[in-house]
C-alpha cells in the first residue's frame, strides 16, 4: 500500500513538530506548513499529490478557512480536518461549509486525531486518491508517471498537462475554477498564462478523443469540466 501524503498546517511549533513526528511514526509522510500561504504553497507545488489535509484555523497571513476555501476550488474530494481552539457552533458550521470533512477541537490526544484520520480516509473511497493508475473513461492514466496510455502506446505528459488533467480527473463531472487552476499551475492567473492553458485544454482534448466518451467541457466565465458518458 502506498504512503499517504500529509499535509499538515500548524503555527503552533512545538505542536506542528509533535504532530509531524506522529504521523511520521505511524507510516504517513507529513509536511509541515506554519502559515496559510505556505500551506497553499506546498500543496500547489505537489500538483495536489496529497492524499489528506490537516489545517489549523487560526494562522498567519491566511486563516484555515481561506486555505481550505481556495483548495476547494480545485480539488473537492481530498479529505480535510480543522484544527481548531474554537468551539463555537458557528465556526464549525462555518468549516464545514468550505468543505471540511470533520473538526477537532484543541486540545486533543494524539489518538484520537489518528481515530479521526482513518475514519474519513474509510469514508473517502474515491478511485481518484489513488494516484498509481487512473482510469479516464477506458484510457489509463499514471498521475505519478505523468503517462497516459493510448491505443500506440504510453504518451509521456509534460509537467503542466499532467498537473491539469489530474485537477480535471480528481473533479470529474464537476466545475474545475479557472482563476484557482491558473494559479495551483501557472502561479499566477493572469491574460498570458490564461491563453497558455487554454492550449494545454486543447491539447488533452485532442489526447483523451480516442475515448469518444470523454469530453472537456468549457464553462463559460467559471472553468472547465471533464464529463465521463
Given at each position: 500500500m502506498a504512503t499517504k501524503r500529509i499535509l499538515l498546517a500548524e503555527d503552533d511549533e512545538n505542536l506542528g513538530n509533535l504532530l509531524q513526528s506522529y504521523?511520521?511514526?505511524?507510516g504517513f509522510l507529513t509536511t509541515l506548513a506554519k502559515t496559510g500561504n505556505a500551506a497553499l504553497?506546498?500543496?500547489?507545488?505537489?500538483?495536489t499529490n496529497f492524499d489528506f489535509i490537516i489545517l489549523d484555523v487560526m494562522m498567519p497571513?491566511?486563516?484555515?478557512?481561506s486555505?481550505?476555501?481556495?483548495?476547494?476550488?480545485t480539488d473537492k474530494h481530498i479529505p480535510l480536518l480543522f484544527l481548531t481552539a474554537k468551539s463555537m457552533k458557528e465556526d464549525k458550521l462555518l468549516g464545514f461549509e468550505v468543505g471540511a470533512?470533520?473538526?477537532?477541537?484543541k486540545p486533543f490526544s494524539m489518538e484520537e486525531l489518528l481515530a479521526r484520520i482513518n475514519a474519513i480516509s474509510r469514508r473517502i473511497?474515491?478511485?481518484e486518491s489513488i494516484h498509481e493508475q487512473l482510469l479516464i473513461g477506458i484510457l489509463p492514466y499514471e498521475p505519478s508517471k505523468s503517462s497516459l496510455i493510448l491505443k500506440a502506446g504510453p504518451k509521456k505528459l509534460t509537467t503542466k498537462e499532467n498537473a491539469l488533467l489530474l485537477m480535471l480527473v480528481k473533479n470529474k463531472n464537476e466545475v474545475l475554477d479557472r482563476q484557482a487552476t491558473l494559479r495551483a499551475i501557472w502561479g499566477d492567473d493572469n491574460y498570458?498564462?490564461?491563453r497558455?492553458?487554454?492550449?494545454y485544454i486543447a491539447k488533452l482534448r485532442k489526447l483523451l478523443s480516442e475515448d469518444p466518451s470523454i469530453e472537456i467541457l468549457n464553462i463559460h466565465g467559471i472553468g472547465f469540466k471533464l464529463i465521463v458518458k
Open positions: 504521523l511520521n511514526s505511524k504553497r506546498h500543496y500547489h507545488e505537489a500538483s497571513e491566511k486563516d484555515g478557512f486555505v481550505a476555501k481556495e483548495i476547494r476550488m470533512d470533520d473538526y477537532l477541537t473511497t474515491s478511485p498570458f498564462n490564461g497558455s492553458m487554454d492550449v
